[in-house]
C-alpha cells in the first residue's frame, strides 16, 4: 500500500475559511486605524498651522484673517491649507481648526 502524505480537500477548505473569517475581522480594524491617523495627522496640522499663525503676528502685528495670509507671507505652503483627508484648515481667533 502506498502512503502518500498530502492535504485532503476538506482540510483545505477548512483551512481557506479560517483564513477567510480572520481576514473578515481584521479589514473593519485597519479601517479604523487608517481613519484615526488621519485624524491625528490633521491636529498636527493644525499645530503647524498655530505656529505660523504665532510667527505672522509676531511678523505683521497682527493675526491673520485667513490661511491664505500664511502662504502669502510664505509660512506654509498651499499643501498645508487642508489635511490628508481633506478637510480644510481654516483661522478664527488666531487659533487653527479643521472642519
Known amino acids: 500500500m502506498i502512503n502518500k502524505k498530502a492535504f485532503t480537500l476538506l482540510e483545505m477548505v477548512v483551512v481557506v475559511m ?3 473569517i480572520l481576514f473578515l475581522l481584521t ?4 479601517s479604523k486605524v487608517i481613519n484615526s491617523v488621519d485624524d491625528n495627522a490633521c491636529d498636527a496640522l493644525s499645530r503647524v498651522v498655530d505656529s505660523a499663525i504665532v510667527q505672522y503676528k509676531l511678523n505683521y502685528g497682527q493675526y491673520p484673517s485667513s490661511v491664505n495670509d ?7 505652503d498651499e499643501k ?3 489635511c490628508s483627508n481633506g478637510k480644510n484648515i481654516y483661522i478664527s481667533n488666531g487659533q487653527a481648526y479643521h472642519e
Open 80 to 82: 498645508q491649507a487642508s
Open 18 to 20: 479560517i483564513i477567510s
Open 27 to 30: 479589514i473593519p480594524n485597519v
Open 70 to 76: 500664511l502662504i502669502a507671507a510664505g509660512l506654509i
